[in-house]
Every structure is written in structure tokens, then in C-alpha cells.
């Protein structure tokens, strides 16, 4: 069965910090994974994607993931914390075997400390 | 704006009744996605459209959900006979005519609650 994995409901990170938010998967092909962020009272915006290539992949507001095919994660990375990236953050895998369905995680909190 | 938008962004029912929800998609895109998105939860797909046709509707969708897209633009998400456990944020969301690569574009969605 497809899924999405986010260990950790909240992250604390104190700014200028390094910060990293979690997620891994499970599909039976070769997975899709994308990262949205969620700002309060507005919808999921798009961070970034892996399709295929380069496993490193670099988004939109300094944010970055790695695609690591044998511990199938796709951890979120920004080198520097900003107290503006305090949001919710989500996974999501699609699974090109299944359809057209995307799987998003349970979501993390993320707050830059001040 | 050239987003995607939904219509209403708040509906309060009383259980039992129908609502029916609005999205418009980003206008080149042809694929057009409903979720249902309750508090501490991530998105769960509903249904999916490539134009007008209704390709993937999820399993858990109740029979008293009922999605349409009639002419392959704007889609509607209609709810019967409410009940509380519906209460949620619904989602609406579209990509491009290369969808398989592309991401979905959300909308702002529409925020149920059946008393």
C-alpha cells in the first residue's frame, strides 16, 4: 500500500539555524515526492518535487530535499532558518503504478524560535 | 489572480441537508483533484478529473459524495443528507496538461461545518 510518513508533528528550530523536516514513503514503483507548505487560513502551497535525476532538489525560498532511494526518504533542508517559515509542512509521494492518486502525510509543525 | 479559486470558503449546515461546493481550476490545467482535509490530518484524495471525464474516485468517497465537471473546466463537490462527520476543509486542486510530472496547484478550499 502507497504511504507517507512524517515522524514528527512538530519541529522547533531556532532561527539561523539549520532545519530539517522528515518524511519517507512507501509505494510498490517509482515514486513522485513533492513538499507543499501550509500557512494559517491559506492553502497548500508548492515547495518542490523529485521526478527523476539529480537526488538533491532545490525549491522555492532557500528550501532543499534529498531523495534517498534505498532508505526511501525525502527529508526537507533549509541551511538557515527564518522565523517566516514557521508553518505546516507536508509530504506527498505519487505512486506511477497506482494512478493519478497523491498520498500526503499527517503534516509537521514546524516554529522558528527568535 | 490566475489561481485556483473555490466557492464558498465557509458553509455552515445543519445536519441532513445538501451543499454543494464550487472550484475553478488554473485555466490551461486539465486535471482537477478533490481532497478532504480534517484538523491534524494531511489531505486525503477524493476524486480526480482529466477534462470532463471522472477517472479515480476514492474508495472511502461515501455514496452521498458526488463530483462534476461538466465541461471539462470549473468542477462541483456535492454533499447529501450531511452528516457531522463531514465537517472539513475541502480541497480543491489542478495541474497541467502533463500532469504525471507536474505539481497540483490548491486552492484556498472551503472550510464545512455540519451542526
Redesign the interface.
Known sequence: AQSVAQPEDQVNVAEGNPLTVKCTYSVSGNPYLFWYVQYPNRGLQFLLKYITGDNLVKGSYGFEAEFNKSQTSFHLKKPSALVSDSALYFCAVRDLNTGNQFYFGTGTSLTVIP | DTG?SQDPRHKITKRGQNVTFRCDPISEHN?L?W?RQTL??????LT?F?NEAQ??K?RLLSDRFSAERPKGSFSTLEIQRTEQGDSAMY?C?SSSPL???Y???????TRLTVT
Open positions: 485556483v486535471r483533484y481532497y491534524g490530518q494531511g489531505p486525503e484524495f480526480y482529466q477517472l479515480e476514492s480541497l486542486a500532469g504525471e510530472k505539481e497540483q496547484y490548491f486552492g484556498p478550499g
